[in-house]
C-alpha cells in the first residue's frame, strides 16, 4: 500500500470509532452519529494544522480562541517534560504546594492590573466563572451581607457551560441546554454607556444594567460579570467609555465586577489584558486559554487585594477547589508560554498586526458589497454578510452567510468560525505569531470564499 493508503484507511477506521464512542461537545449528536465525518487532527506546526488524511488547515481561530503562540512550540513542550519528570502532579490543598504554581502565580501577580495580586486556579473558563459567582458570594457574606447574591450578565455574553456559567452565558442554545439555569443570574443590553452613567431619560434605559439594579435593590446584587471584548457571542468592541462606566456603577453600587478575559487575556487584544486598554481594574478577573496557548488545561480567577484580604481574614475553611487547582504541570507550561510571550514581544506585535488584520478586512468591505461592520482589537476580528448593508438589511434567516462562507474557506483550507443568531457574523481570532504575509494570505482565501458564496446565490 502507498502511504497516502495507508493514512486514508486509518482515517476511515477512526472515523468509524469517532461515530461510534465520542460524544462531541457543541456538536449535532445525531448528524455525527449517523453521517459525521470528522476532521482529524495528527500533527500542527505554528498557524498550520495537518488532518490525519495529510491535508494542511490554517487555523485561523487558533482552535478554540486558544493555541496563541501557535502548534507544536518546542519550548512548551519541553516545559512540560521537564515538569512532568519531576512531579507530574501534586496537589494543592490542604497546606501542599508546589513550585510552578507558586512561581505562576508571582507573575500574574506582576502582569496583571495592580489591584490583582493573587490567583485561586481552576482548569478552565467555565470553572474560573463559577469560581468568580462563588467567591463574589463569599466575599458579602464574610462582609456581613448574604443577602448579595445575584449575578448580572450581559446579553450575547459567553461564560462557559458549566452549571452557573451557563446561566451568565446569553446565547440562547447554551443558556437553555438542559433547563439548567440556577436563576439568580439576570441579564442586561450590553453599551449603554450613558443609561449606565444615569442618563435615566434614554430609550432603552430599562434595558440597562443601571436600571436593573435598582429595580432588583443592589443590596440583592454581588456581582457584574462582562467579557471586555465579546468573544463568542460574535467579536463585539465595547465603545470608548463603557468599560469605566460599568466599573463606576459598580462603585456607586457597591457590587464587585469580574472581568471574564478568558479569550482576551494573554495579548489577543495587543494588551497584557483587554482591560488594559480602558484601564479599568476589575475585582475578580477570570483567565484560561491563553494562559498556556492550550497545551495545558488550565484556568484561574485573579483577585484584588481587597478581596484577597477579606478572604484571608476567614477563620474557616475556604470549602473550594478543583482537583487540578495549581496542577504542576499546567503551570510549569503557562509560565513558559508567558515567558515567551515577554521575551519576543509577542503582545507588541500581535497591536502591530491589528492594522494589518483591519487592512484586509477594509480592502474586503470595499470590494464585496455584502461585507459590513469589520472590526479587530490586536487578533481578535470579525466582519458581517448583510444582505444590503447600507439599508440595514440581513439575509433571511435560512441563508447563514457567514456559516456558508466560512463553509468555502474550510474547502481553501482555513479555518474560521460564522457567529450571530442568523450566523451573519465570520470571526477570526488567528495564533498570536501570525505574521503579515500570512494574513494576506488568509484574507486572500476569504476574499475567494466571499466572491464563492455571492455567486452561488
Ligand atoms: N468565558 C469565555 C469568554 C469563553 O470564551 C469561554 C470558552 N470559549 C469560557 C468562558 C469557558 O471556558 P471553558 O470552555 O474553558 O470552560
Known sequence: MTEKTVSQTKTERLVELDKKHFIHPTTPPKLQAEEGSPLIFSSGKGIYAYSSDGEEYIDGLSMLWNVNLGHGNEELVQAATEQMSKIAYASAFKGFSNEPAIELAEKLAEIAPKNLNAVFYTSGGSESNDTAFKLSRFYWEQKGKPEKRKIIALHNAYHGVTVAA????????????????????????????????????????????????????????????????????????????????VRKLCDEFEILLIADEVICGFGRTGKMFAVNHWDIEPDLMSIAKGISSGYSQLGGVMISDEVRQVIVNYDGVLSHGFTYSGHPTACAVALKNIEILERENIVDHVAQMEKVLQDGLNYLEEKHAIVTRTRAIGLLAAFELYKDPQENVMFSADVQPAAQVVDHCFDRKLILRALGANREIVAIAPPLIINKQEIEKM???????????TRSI
Open 443 to 453: 484574507i486572500s482565501i476569504i476574499d475567494d470564499s466571499i466572491t464563492a458564496f
Open 166 to 245: 451557563q446561566s451568565a452565558t446569553a446565547i440562547p442554545a447554551f443558556h437553555h441546554f438542559a433547563g439548567s439555569n440556577i436563576g439568580e443570574v439576570l441579564h442586561a443590553t450590553p453599551y449603554l454607556t450613558e443609561c449606565e452613567l444615569g442618563d435615566k431619560s434614554h430609550p432603552e434605559y430599562e434595558r440597562s444594567i443601571r436600571h436593573l439594579i435598582e429595580k432588583e435593590g443592589a443590596d440583592t446584587i454581588a456581582a457584574i460579570i462582562l467579557e471586555p471584548v465579546q468573544g463568542s457571542g460574535g467579536v463585539h468592541i465595547p465603545p470608548e467609555g463603557y468599560l469605566q462606566a
